[in-house]
């Protein structure tokens, strides 16, 4: 198989390709995850990496004399780079802390987002027009864009920023995450949602009060 991929200039270019992006995708991966902390996981990603380098980069390295050879291993790097970054977006490994300033002071805004399964810290600032709601927010980087979107469909004046936690410790935070609940709903349907919710807790709350009496 070796020496058909080597008598096939054609070939081995699409090999140089193919095996450079597998394998900076998991260099990629790898190098994030370390950044991140999360050592279990980036040991892994060196695991392929490293059996990737073994088994097809030796190949690689080794038929650069040619133009086309260079050329390839050269889009291989770039194109793994993004697909790398592509697949740790998709894995989205860890938690965002959202941070939100609402258009006006808003009492409701805070329960809300809550119920809808995110952890939430809020208080109330003053600016430069008056008194506003703040609000931190822990949630799984997978459901950053929900919550951006669910935010703006209940403030769409709100003004937003997020950052990665280093790292959480306590607290309600992790616990207070309630990933089913992220997971089933939209955000063009959250007040839909909200009222499901609501109505939930009344039944619920109506009856224990029921069994109270009895």
């Given at each position: 198989?070796?020496?058909?991929?080597?008598?096939?200039?054609?070939?081995?270019?699409?090999?140089?390709?193919?095996?450079?992006?597998?394998y900076v995708s998991f260099l990629t991966m790898r190098t994030i995850a370390t950044l991140k902390g999360y050592?279990?996981?980036?040991?892994?990603?060196?695991?392929?990496?490293?059996?990737?380098?073994?088994?097809?980069?030796?190949?690689?390295l080794e038929n650069l004399d040619q133009f086309q050879n260079?050329?390839?291993?050269?889009?291989?790097?770039?194109?793994g780079i993004l697909v790398g970054l592509k697949i740790e977006e998709r894995l989205a490994l860890g938690y965002l802390v959202v941070n939100?300033?609402?258009?006006?002071?808003d009492r409701d805004l805070p329960t809300n987002i809550r119920d809808l399964g995110y952890g939430v810290t809020h208080g109330y600032q003053y600016g430069r027009?008056?008194?506003?709601?703040?609000?931190?927010?822990?949630t799984p980087r997978k459901y950053e864009r929900k919550l951006i979107?669910?935010?703006?469909?209940?403030?769409?004046?709100?003004?937003?920023?997020?950052h990665e936690p280093k790292n959480i410790n306590g607290g309600f935070?992790?616990?207070?995450?309630?990933?089913?609940?992220?997971?089933?709903?939209?955000?063009?349907?959250?007040?839909?949602?909200?009222?499901?919710?609501?109505g939930e807790k009344e039944r619920e709350d109506a009856g224990e009060a029921q069994e109270e009496k009895i």
């Open positions: 198989m070796i020496t058909a991929i080597s008598t096939n200039p054609w070939l081995m270019v699409l090999v140089i390709f193919v095996i450079n992006i597998i050592r279990y996981t980036a040991a892994t990603f060196s695991i392929m990496e490293t059996f990737v380098y073994v088994i097809g980069l030796g190949l690689v260079v050329v390839a291993y050269a889009l291989g790097f770039g194109a939100v300033i609402t258009a006006e002071k027009d008056g008194e506003r709601t703040t609000m931190q927010i822990l979107a669910t935010i703006k469909e209940l403030d769409e004046k709100a003004f937003i920023i997020t935070w992790t616990k207070g995450v309630r990933r089913r609940r992220l997971k089933n709903y939209e955000p063009e349907n959250v007040e839909e949602v909200l009222e499901e919710i609501y």
